[in-house]
């Protein structure tokens, strides 16, 4: 056994996707080549298989991404011939999947994945928004139960449905009913995305238009993130932020310096920010280690006055009646804003968000590291951003003329 480097590839052509190798009739007739024929596993495992030139059974060949190299690890696992033809593909796919777990964990022993609660955890240990919506949505839910070698299309549809139904809390009342409405398919669409990639880490998509493809019940609704398109510029976000009830300012003024969302960021205690090192932490990373980012001048200061005087394990930002901000304590005071301020009826919050993110993609900043900071995945920010990636890529280039 031996390892070897290569760099990432991402085009990895169309037989990392449909080879299917373990049918042996599908290995017997490949052609012989020096790459050999891979097939995904999941996200950063791939298994190999390489035809034997001189009639013999032919080598397989694991594959597994390390994000801190920015490298696949590669390792030979030899011919498995003392096996039958039709046990060799099992056999060097659990050595494939042992070889992704040491390159994830940096040889450290993984907690078994077993369940759809496992994978969900594992998945948000470096994602507090994801771990959120897992434990209003999955943790409770039947399906979290479903180990995920039994998962079926079948399963994902009725969780689909029951979220579906589920309405969502509008406000609470002190008196009577709380206020509720139906929940909007963007909402939906995010649930889903956060339990998509959580299981696309630990199991592949099955066939197509099989019971297997479980996939197919987390397809996105289509044309649902209309609101998410609002944009404000910095003249409209410091008018908000002037009109904002004083109680609320720190709080708004947090969502128009750092490309959080308001959930995340209400969620921040005081012992969150360093104050000697203007370091700011934002849940973990895939190795459970604390994720810290650099917070510039005005931002760092807004962060050193929210904790001065407080216990580490208190709100950072904090309403005056000594809770944390939520969902039902800031609409009021931005719809308000927003109406005083003559703004787009429509924004929110959550506009406040994508109008940073949307700033910082423009500026040409790396969309993995707006990810980063951002708390969510480089999947959401390529498919709702990359357009604007691509725009400012152009404009670079343009200024390339002589």
């Known amino acids: 056994m031996y390892y070897i480097r290569i760099p990432y590839e991402k085009n990895l052509g169309t037989s990392a996707v449909a080879l299917d190798l373990s049918k042996v009739g599908v290995r017997e007739r490949l052609k012989p080549q020096r790459e050999p024929h ?26 597994a991404y390390d994000e801190d190299a920015g490298k696949y690890r590669v390792k030979s696992l030899g011919d498995f011939g003392t096996l039958p033809g039709n046990e060799m593909f099992a056999a060097a796919k659990k050595e494939a999947e042992a070889l992704a777990e040491l390159v994830e964990t940096g040889g450290a022993v993984r907690t078994k994945i077993e369940t759809v609660a496992d994978a969900c955890r594992e998945y948000a240990k470096s994602r507090s928004e994801a771990e959120r919506r897992f434990r209003r949505y999955v943790y409770e839910d ?54 998509r990639a959580a299981l696309t880490k630990f199991i592949s998509p099955g066939t197509p238009n099989s019971e297997g493809a479980w996939q197919e019940s987390l397809k996105a609704i289509r044309n649902a993130d209309g609101r998410r398109t609002l944009y404000l510029d910095l003249s409209q976000r410091r008018k908000l ?7 609320a300012v720190p709080f708004v003024r947090s969502l128009c310096l750092l490309p959080l969302g308001p959930g995340a960021m209400a969620q921040l205690v005081a012992g ?33 006055a929210q ?9 950072l930002f904090m309403r005056s009646n000594g809770k944390a901000w939520d969902k039902d304590s800031w609409k009021l005071p931005i ?30 900043l790396p969309l ?35």
């Open 307 to 315: 904790v001065k005087n407080k216990l580490p394990t208190a709100p």
């Open 368 to 402: 993995l590291t707006i990810a980063q900071i951002s708390g969510t995945s480089a999947e959401m920010i390529e498919r709702h951003y990359g357009h604007l990636a691509s725009d400012a890529a152009v404009r670079a280039l343009g200024e390339l003329g002589l």
């Open 241 to 247: 932020v002037e009109k904002v009830g004083s109680e």
């Open 335 to 364: 719809s308000a804003a927003v109406a005083a301020t003559e703004l787009p009826g429509a924004a929110t919050a959550y506009t406040l968000r994508h109008s940073t993110i949307t700033d910082l993609v423009s500026a040409g």
């Open 272 to 304: 969150d920010f360093d104050r000697r090192t203007s370091e700011l932490t934002i849940g973990k990373d895939k190795a459970g280690k604390p994720r810290r980012i650099q917070l510039p001048t005005e931002a760092a200061k807004l962060f050193a």
């Open 38 to 63: 891979w097939q995904r596993l999941r996200a950063g495992c791939f298994l190999g298989f390489r035809t034997s030139k001189r009639g013999g059974k032919g080598t397989w060949i694991a594959r």
């Open 142 to 195: 039947p399906i979290a139960k479903v180990k995920l070698s039994k998962l079926r299309r079948r399963h994902l549809k009725e969780w689909r449905d029951r979220l579906e139904a589920k309405p969502a809390l509008v406000s609470r009342r002190k008196k009577g009913d709380p206020i509720l409405r139906k929940r909007a398919s963007s909402t939906v669409n995010r649930d889903m995305t956060a339990l």
